[in-house]
């Protein structure tokens, strides 16, 4: 098979982090059938249509007919960012790894003081302003929310909603859009290396929907 010929599944991590944060759920994901990479982007440097707009050119690059989609976090918002803005897009499944959709609390606590401002950066600046769709033509769009309380979320905003995965609120990660949604006893940082995560983001990514019958993994 010639590489243009691939159906690829491209993860794309969150805030402060690199593409190699997700090399579990690649690696997982590979084991489960699926040809996957991660892509990494300045998550502080650019907000996130300018980040939209440089996925949107890296996923051309690829010349796949298909391509997956696997978010974590704020990089689950610049994917949808993208598809906004680029419906040409080849098509493919959206999994959506505990993004703050709605908004950040804990975000809004740290940004209060100046130095959490500098280390948010410009990365989720805009998350209050964009316009939630409601609908992504040919797009199946699963959400999975942590439900887990533990994280740094809880240092910055110790009055974080529950139930929460440790940084992001179950009720943040409403995703309008989304044709199934899943939550998992997991911290929003335990995502990334959960195999209960990458069984459940197969299953959507293969079936377009969640196994919820699926016992413990």
């Given at each position: 098979?010639?590489?243009?010929?691939?159906?690829?599944?491209?993860?794309?991590?969150?805030?402060?982090?690199?593409?190699?944060?997700?090399?579990?759920?690649r690696?997982?994901?590979?084991?489960?059938?699926?040809?996957?990479?991660?892509?990494?982007?300045?998550?502080?440097?650019?907000?996130?249509?300018?980040?939209?707009?440089?996925?949107?050119?890296?996923?051309?690059?690829?010349?796949?007919?298909?391509?997956?989609?696997?978010?974590?976090?704020?990089?689950?918002?610049?994917?949808?960012?993208?598809?906004?803005?680029?419906?040409?897009?080849?098509?493919?499944?959206?999994?959506?790894?505990?993004?703050?959709?709605?908004?950040?609390?804990?975000?809004?606590?740290?940004g209060?003081?100046?130095?959490?401002?500098?280390?948010?950066?410009?990365?989720?600046?805009?998350?209050?302003?964009?316009?939630?769709?409601?609908?992504?033509d040919?797009?199946?769009?699963?959400?999975?929310?942590?439900?887990?309380?533990?994280?740094?979320?809880?240092?910055?905003?110790?009055?974080?909603?529950?139930?929460?995965?440790?940084?992001?609120?179950?009720?943040?990660?409403?995703?309008?859009?989304a044709?199934?949604?899943?939550?998992?006893?997991?911290?929003?940082?335990?995502?990334?290396?959960?195999?209960?995560?990458?069984?459940?983001?197969?299953?959507?990514?293969?079936?377009?929907?969640?196994?919820?019958?699926?016992?413990?993994?």
């Open positions: 098979m010639k590489p243009g010929d691939r159906e690829l599944t491209v993860l794309v991590h969150g805030l402060w982090m690199h593409g190699v944060v997700m090399h579990l759920q690696r997982y994901l590979q084991q489960a059938g699926f040809d996957a990479v991660s892509y990494s982007y300045p998550s502080t440097r650019l907000n996130v249509t300018e980040n939209a707009d440089r996925l949107s050119r890296f996923v051309r690059t690829l010349g796949a007919p298909v391509v997956h989609w696997v978010g974590h976090s704020l990089g689950g918002i610049i994917i949808l960012r993208m598809l906004e803005r680029d419906a040409a897009l080849p098509p493919g499944r959206v999994v959506l790894l505990g993004p703050p959709y709605t908004g950040t609390h804990a975000g809004k606590s740290l209060r003081f100046h130095w959490g401002k500098r280390m948010l950066g410009r990365g989720i600046g805009e998350l209050a302003e964009l316009k939630k769709h409601a609908l992504f040919g797009r199946d769009i699963g959400v999975v929310a942590g439900n887990y309380p533990f994280g740094l979320g809880r240092i910055f905003a110790w009055n974080l909603p529950m139930p929460n995965d440790g940084a992001v609120t179950v009720a943040e990660t409403q995703v309008a859009a044709c199934d949604r899943i939550e998992l006893p997991v911290t929003h940082t335990g995502m990334l290396f959960s195999r209960r995560v990458s069984f459940q983001t197969a299953a959507f990514l293969r079936d377009g929907r969640f196994d919820h019958g699926a016992k413990a993994r």
